[in-house]
């Protein structure tokens, strides 16, 4: 809404004080909260740079010794959507405790990397488990939330890729890729055999509601 849309507005109603609704990204975050990394992408397609914010809580008893007598920050991290608007930003959706914290216990490898991405409109968020292999779950903007609408998983032994999954939730339709080639030592000796299937789904997933993505089971699919 235009300022001067907003002071007409105003006028009628009769408001005497109409302040415009330029908020920072500050303003949405919230309390005991900090900002952790930001990330820019246009993502209702109207060619304004919006943002996501992956926030991270502030709370003193999640500062906890690891296996190692490290001292480590174990709170959560969540994820807040902002679109851009002529005055600033406005809400699009936010989840404030939806990803583990960077110093999760990750056995004898280190934690899973997250890390967002904006393509075509869409939300994309990486996870990254080194040689283990790499989660990316898409999300695209509907019905004022984030609908997941595609998961892509690959395992992995060193650089060796030995499953790949792929589900596009709009279509129904799931892709597996397996390996064939157990001889396979490098990236790019894997031989793979692809087979697709169906899958049941009644309704999409909104990003707001997702409480753990550590926890989200897409082998159900």
Not at 55 to 68: F, G, L, Q, S
Not at 152 to 168: A, E, W, Y
């Given at each position: 809404m235009s300022k001067y849309l907003q002071l007409i507005i105003c006028f009628v109603l009769g408001i005497t004080t109409c302040e415009a609704q330029n908020k920072t990204i500050s303003d949405f975050l919230p309390e005991e909260h900090m900002l952790f990394k930001k990330y820019n992408g246009d993502l209702n397609k109207d060619g304004k740079e919006d943002c996501i914010i992956?926030?991270?809580?502030?709370?003193?008893?999640?500062?906890?010794?690891?296996?190692?007598?490290?001292?480590?920050?174990?709170?959560?991290?969540?994820?807040?959507?902002l679109f851009k608007n002529e005055d600033g930003y406005e809400l699009a959706t936010k989840n404030y405790d939806c990803f583990s914290s960077e110093n999760e216990d990750g056995g004898v490898y280190y934690p899973p990397e997250l890390w967002i991405e904006t393509k075509r409109g869409n939300l994309i968020v990486h996870y990254a488990h080194g040689r283990y292999g790499v989660w990316r779950y898409t999300f695209r903007y509907n019905k004022n939330d984030?609908?997941?609408?595609?998961?892509?998983?690959?395992?992995?032994?060193?650089?060796?890729?030995?499953?790949?999954?792929?589900?596009?939730?709009?279509?129904?339709?799931k892709q597996i890729k397996e390996n064939t080639n157990n001889n396979a030592t490098t990236d790019g000796e894997e031989v793979f055999k692809e087979t697709w299937g169906s899958i049941e789904i009644k309704k999409l997933i909104t990003l707001s509601e997702i409480k753990d993505f550590d926890e989200l089971d897409m082998s159900i699919y």
């Open positions: 992956i926030t991270k809580k502030v709370n003193e008893d999640n500062i906890v010794m690891n296996h190692y007598d490290e001292k480590v920050d174990r709170n959560r991290r969540g994820i807040i959507v984030f609908e997941l609408i595609g998961y892509d998983q690959s395992d992995n032994r060193g650089s060796v890729t030995l499953r790949k999954t792929s589900i596009n939730f709009i279509t129904k339709r």
